[in-house]
């Protein structure tokens, strides 16, 4: 944990990663949180743990983190320029945000960390794709690892193209798994199931595979085929899910539509 951390948006996403900090070993007396409507959640959670919650007058701290949304970054620059030092980490996980764009709006930055967490971040189950620019030093990617793989997965990317691509996979991936259970119980329903015990079964299957998958290092391939009788009834629906037209196909087009909107909107 970085020394000094000060967090810009302590909405549903930043809440959560400060909850995570706090929890990992974040010194709350360190900890600045700067929020216009803080929730009653986080002003409660700064009361209990002594964070500074919207202070007269901020300084800047050793990492700076930017949780506001993407389309705020331009009114808030200035008041945000003020809050980097010379020695200040930018940590961004505005959407769509290059490194660029924000050096671009914020001419004090010098060390920036680009991260894409996504929602189980919430409940620290996130995955994260995370680049460094080239001013990071060592003890900063150190920081900014340490901060991250708080919240869950945290993965290095080699460039900051990559960032597209990991919005697309893991960014945006949890609505692709809720959707499954959405239809996983539709086709419950129309095989005949009650609504309510078609839900539930397609829920717990769901969570069930994946605590299944995270408990055991085999890859997906291989726990697919260990639970697949030759003629069976996984087989029988395999054979659709896996047919030219059917899911790989289906999810390669998904992800290739979210990579190229997400580029359209970085700037």
Known sequence: MPPSLTLLGAGKMGGAMLLGWLDAGLDPASTTVLDAAPSEAVTRLAAERGVSLNPPSPTPSDVLVLAVKPQGLDAAA???DRLIGPSTLLVSVLAGKTVADLRGRLPSAGAVVRAMPNLPA??????????????????????????????GTAVWLDDEASIDAVTAVSGSGPAYVFLMVEALAEAGIAAGLPADTARRLARATVTGAGALLDADPAEAAALRQAVTSPGGTTAAALAVLMAEDGLPALMNRAVAAAKRRAGELSG
Do not use: H, M, W
């Not at 030093?137 to 900014?144: E, G, H, L, V």
């Open 122 to 151: 919430s409940i620290g189950r996130g995955a994260t794709g995370a680049f460094a620019n080239a001013a990071v030093s060592p003890d900063q990617r150190a920081f900014a690892e340490g901060l991250l793989a708080a919240t």
């Open 78 to 80: 200035d008041a945000v």
